[in-house]
């Protein structure tokens, strides 16, 4: 089924042709007052990275809308909240500082894509701004911008994901406390202690 692949740059360019203009020449190398203000509306955003050894990683990053922080027109912050301490993306920086952000506004189709290199900081000025609820958190990620560009809402249109009226019934969303269990394959682990185990969580870990 694979053996068709495309290994090749030219290859692929030669299958699809070259990006149209437009798309090249909404490319900045900095943040301007309209990605400053499309940040500030945001509450989430989805970060890749990759460690030494190609392995990726990507995971959502969400607050009140501006959880993100922009320090100037090349770097801004994000809060590490409290989670799980797996630090996935965090591992994957310190070996491979390239990283990638994916912001959305809900309701929009049209995306703000930022790469660049990231940092982990613990300065406490920097945590104290990044404040939102809770305590201040004990890390933050800078990442120094190296390209911005607006993405376009098609694959918004395509799975209506912002229209309720394409959404599933809440009786047929999959059951996470049974992926959970399922994934875990902990002897005797029931469904009722992983929601046990996930409301804690919710209620005393989210920030």
Not at 108 to 115: P, Q, Y
Not at 141 to 158: G, N, Q, S, W
Request: hydrophobic share 35%; glycine share 8%; with cysteine.
């Amino acid at each position: 089924m694979l053996d068709n692949a495309i290994t090749e740059a030219g290859q692929l360019r030669e299958y699809v042709g070259e990006p149209i203009q437009r798309t090249l020449d909404k490319q900045l190398d900095h943040l301007d007052h309209h990605c400053v203000a499309f940040i500030a509306r945001s509450p989430i955003a989805m970060l890749g990275t990759s460690g030494a050894d190609g392995r990726c990683d990507c995971s959502p990053r969400g607050g009140p809308p501006g959880f993100a922080h922009v320090i100037d027109e090349r770097t801004l912050v994000l809060p590490d909240y409290k989670g799980n301490r797996r630090q996935d993306s965090h591992m994957n920086i310190v070996e491979n500082p390239h990283a990638a952000l994916l912001f959305m506004i809900p309701g929009l189709g049209e995306t703000l894509r930022v790469n660049g290199r990231a940092r982990i900081t613990r300065e406490a000025d920097l945590m104290a701004i990044l404040r939102t609820k809770g305590d201040p958190p004990q890390l933050g990620l800078a990442i120094d911008v190296d390209e911005v560009f607006m993405h376009c809402a098609k694959a918004f249109i395509r799975s209506e994901v912002w229209d309720p009226a394409s959404w599933l019934p809440r009786e047929e969303l999959p059951s996470v406390t049974e992926i959970y269990r399922d994934h875990r394959d902990t002897p005797g682990l029931t469904v009722d202690q992983v929601r046990r185990e996930l409301d804690e969580s919710y209620r005393k870990h989210t920030w």
